[in-house]
T-cell receptor, first 112, second 112 residues
Framework: SQTIHQWPATLVQPVGSPLSLECTVE??????LYWYRQAAGRGLQLLFY??????ISSEVPQNLSASRPQDRQFILSSKKLLLSDSGFYLC???????????FGDGTRLSIL | DAKTTQPTSMDCAEGRAANLPCNHS???????VYWYRQIHSQGPQYIIH???NNETNEMASLIITEDRKSSTLILPHATLRDTAVYYC?????????????FGPGTRLSVLP
């Protein structure tokens, strides 16, 4: 069966510091991969999605970037974090765009 | 904005069926109905989805009305671990760039 792993589970970072969140999927090949942010009490905002290695589409212009160095690895990065980057970051995968997305357990990011 | 409306909260006795309603009166012909649930501090968990036929899997059943303007998620034998916020989402397949618009959802409490 397929599994998705995100780490770390929680992270506290100072303003201006860099960020790297990692997501890996096991048990499937060439998945579609997604990064979302969930603000407290609100819905999920799609940040990036990827249909293959090195292919990244950005949905929201902001302080973040994404990379897919391997088929089942998706990384969310920032060079300098802002206070507004705080939130709950979720990685997800799907077999295709017509199939449901399956989410990891998320990273709760706090910026001080 | 969410395209669905759900009751804010519901209670269900352990072992009984939990029936969670959802209205989606503006659903388009190419939009699927998805159900997810989220337990505090975890990522959303996919439950089931459908287009116009009723669906059943190992977790739940989905009943969609003939006009597709509403649906019901049925958990046949609710357990305490089913306590969560349940989200009904309508989303077109094949559209990578479309956010998962989670509304407030229904907070289901399964009582012993």
């Amino acid at each position: 069966s397929q599994t998705i792993h995100q780490w770390p589970a929680t992270l506290v970072q100072p303003v201006g510091s860099p960020l790297s969140l990692e997501c890996t999927v096991e048990g499937t090949s060439n998945p579609n991969l997604y990064w979302y942010r969930q603000a407290a009490g609100r819905g999920l905002q799609l940040l990036f999605y990827s249909v293959g290695i090195g292919q990244i589409s950005s949905e929201v212009p902001q302080n973040l970037s994404a990379s897919r160095p391997q088929d089942r690895q998706f990384i969310l990065s920032s060079k300098k974090l802002l206070l507004s980057d705080s939130g709950f970051y979720l990685c997800a995968w799907s077999v295709s765009s017509n199939q449901p997305q399956h989410f990891g357990d998320g990273t709760r990011l706090s910026i001080l | 904005d969410a395209k669905t409306t759900q009751p804010t909260s519901m209670d269900c006795a352990e072992g009984r069926a939990a029936n969670l309603p959802c209205n989606h009166s503006t659903i388009s012909g190419n939009e699927y109905v998805y159900w997810y649930r989220q337990i505090h501090s975890q990522g959303p968990q996919y439950i089931i989805h459908g287009l116009k036929n009723n669906e059943t899997n190992e977790m739940a059943s989905l009943i969609i009305t003939e006009d597709r303007k509403s649906s019901t998620l049925i958990l046949p034998h609710a357990t305490l671990r089913d306590t969560a916020v349940y989200y009904c989402i309508v989303r077109a397949g094949g559209d990578y760039g479309q956010n998962f618009v989670f509304g407030p959802g229904t907070r289901l409490s399964v009582l012993p």
